[in-house]
């Protein structure tokens, strides 16, 4: 292997410099995927993929980029929130996915109208989205908040089919208001903040006295949504869901 000064020798600069490079190998992978960053290539990754998102929403890599490097702070908190809830923690601890894979969409799709699992296979079909398309992190520095950011993306859907929610520009602004309000994810603030202004302005004033007040009550009153284990919940009906959550009806 390679020749290591002994303590006794001195440690100049050269030293200073192997001090670093062992840092630097330090930086491990913690999960399959994983791609070890310094805080200023984080600072680089969010400045760029907040323009392209800004400039392109449908862009979701570069929106998965801004809310990985971006959610230093929101991810923790999140975390906090799921460890000191029972169904949250079970949640941390059994690690589920929401995947073709893990569903049964023929299941699903049998179930009574107004249940959350046949409302979300509808919602699946309608807009013509899949689960399989969510991001798997890479640049968050924690195995546990990589499951965190995980979960939220894979919960997104359900909570359009919550907010009763479509995938367009509208749907996604609304859905955006009430994920930022409820995670305090920055990529989340910034898609409800600047969202809009690609609205006409006949869906603007829809969107500013009707849809995000809703949004945002609900948000505030709601629980945590991170803290249901939905893959228990499929033939829950989405109106009892709601008012467990403490999310308001629709407008």
């Known amino acids: 292997g390679r020749a290591r000064p002994s303590h006794s020798e001195p440690r100049g600069r050269d030293g200073h410099a192997e001090e670093e490079e062992e840092e630097m190998e ?3 992978q913690l999960y399959p995927g994983h791609i070890p960053t310094s805080p200023l290539q984080k600072a680089l ?18 929106v998965a980029v801004l809310g ?3 959610g230093c702070l929101a991810l923790p908190n999140l975390r906090d929130k799921m460890k ?3 169904e949250g923690y079970r949640i941390l601890q059994e690690r589920p996915r929401i995947r073709l894979s893990t569903l049964d969409m023929a299941r699903l799709q049998g179930l009574p ?6 409302e979300y296979a509808r919602f699946l079909e309608d807009n013509k989205v899949s689960p399989d398309t969510r991001m798997p992190p890479k640049f968050v520095d924690n195995e546990e908040l990589a499951y965190v950011i995980q979960r939220y993306r894979e919960v ?11 995938t367009n520009m509208l749907g996604e602004v609304v859905v955006k208001w009430f994920e930022a309000i409820q995670t305090g994810l920055p990529m989340c603030v910034l898609g409800a903040a600047f969202g809009p202004v690609r609205l006409s302005s006949r869906k603007l004033q829809v969107l500013a006295t ?6 945002i009550r609900s948000g505030l009153n709601a ?16 109106e009892s869901l709601r008012e467990e959550l403490g999310i308001f009806p629709p407008p």
């Open 68 to 70: 990985e490097t971006t």
């Open 26 to 28: 330090g930086w491990h």
């Open 210 to 215: 009707e849809l995000v007040p809703w949004a």
């Open 45 to 62: 990754l969010a400045a760029g993929s907040a323009v392209m998102a800004l400039y392109d929403p449908y862009r979701h890599d570069m």
């Open 223 to 238: 629980s945590c949504v991170l803290n249901v284990y939905y893959e228990q919940r499929w033939e829950q009906p989405v």
């Open 113 to 118: 109208d107004g249940s959350l699992g046949r």
């Open 156 to 166: 997104h859907d359900l909570m359009h089919t919550l907010l009763g929610m479509p």
């Open 84 to 86: 000191n809830h029972p």
